[in-house]
């Protein structure tokens, strides 16, 4: 499950001048879906899903995460990483690893 802002989608169509309906054609989710995500309503958010949401809004995945780099080049982002994984259970924990699986196979292509 990744953490994302709800608060950043919700900006960022707005910007764009959507609706729900807009972003969801777009991102190729239902309009129930793109609520569900802004209101927190879901509470187990797939990394396609938040994908798609970036895609369709035109950009990268991290625009609309809730945790974000401090310093330079992802500086501490170490330490950040390992408080989340500590604060997760074995199914969190089994799911932050194939995102961050994932994500590696993607920038091999």
């Given at each position: 499950m990744l953490v994302y802002d709800p608060k950043k989608i919700i900006a960022l169509r707005k910007a764009k001048d959507w609706k729900q309906a807009e972003l969801a054609r777009?991102?190729?989710?239902?309009?129930?879906?793109?609520?569900?995500?802004?209101?927190?309503?879901?509470?187990?958010?797939?990394?396609?899903?938040?994908?798609?949401?970036?895609?369709?809004?035109?950009?990268?995945?991290?625009d609309i995460l809730a945790i974000k780099p401090k310093g330079k080049r992802g500086e501490g982002w170490e330490e950040e990483i390992k408080s989340i994984y500590d604060a997760l259970d074995d199914d969190g924990k089994a799911t932050l690893i194939a995102v961050a699986q994932t994500l590696l196979n993607k920038k091999r292509r």
């Open positions: 777009r991102s190729g989710l239902s309009q129930p879906s793109v609520w569900a995500l802004e209101h927190r309503r879901t509470i187990l958010v797939k990394f396609e899903t938040l994908e798609a949401i970036a895609g369709a809004l035109g950009v990268q995945l991290g």
